[in-house]
């Protein structure tokens, strides 16, 4: 397996992207610690995880609080022994157009998005040093749209996401730890809301999928993910790579 021996953190790892993410680099032998705000939710996963022969940690907290981070990296680190991978997962989505969208959303888009982001890459940095790591932060395909309507707070935060994701990996490959970031197109609790909500434009959208399928949270977005935190992936560092079926053209 990959990822034996190693320990990873995942945020937003009760549902969607963060669980399938989770899943894949268990079944490649990491034990993952679940960060994110609600409990059962992270209890199923690490009832998953445990079932493909994994140790998992579950930690309930909220990602927008600066203390509560600094307690989980302790507490993974206590309890699992290192960080050897990072994924910033978790993200509330401030949708709206510009006179719409409420100054509190994008706040806490802002805090739920960069600002957690920033602050685990600095709390984790030190683990990931000490044995050379991996940080894998998630973007977003909307920020690519032609149309930027109604996501143009959402597209702002995760564009800010891929700019520290960069930072991190300049100042710190060197170092023996690589950043990268990733635009899933994925079968998420998320695309399900918008797939009700907003019927007839997610189906104009997803006409344009080359593949003409929505990913998988665990075999599309996770098993890539434990793909490129192993070694099979050591010179792949400071990309920005879409997992959508072909819609996003990066250039």
Known sequence: MRLQGQVALVTGAGQGVGQGIAYALA???????LLGRTAAK??????????????AL?????????ETLAAAVAQTVAQLG???????????????KLLEVSEASVEAGWQSGPMATLRLM?????HLKARGGSIVNLATPAAKR?????????????????????????EWGGEGIRANAILPLADSPAMAWWTRERPQEA??????????????CEQDIGRFVALLCSADCAYVNGQSIALDGGQVFLG
Request: net charge positive.
């Open 203 to 216: 189906s104009a959208f997803l006409a344009t999928v080359p593949q003409h399928r929505v990913g998988s």
């Open 122 to 126: 600095k709390l984790c940095y030190p």
């Open 27 to 33: 079944s490649e032998g990491a034990a993952v610690a």
């Open 146 to 170: 032609w149309d930027l309507s109604g996501y143009g707070a959402y597209a702002a935060v995760k564009e800010a996401i891929r700019q520290l994701t960069r930072a991190a990996a300049c």
């Open 82 to 96: 290192g960080i050897q991978i990072l994924v910033n997962n978790a993200q509330e989505v401030p949708l709206g």
């Open 42 to 55: 992270l209890e199923q996963t690490a009832a998953g995880i445990e079932k493909r022969g994994a140790r």
């Open 58 to 66: 579950v930690i309930a907290a909220d990602i927008k609080q600066a």
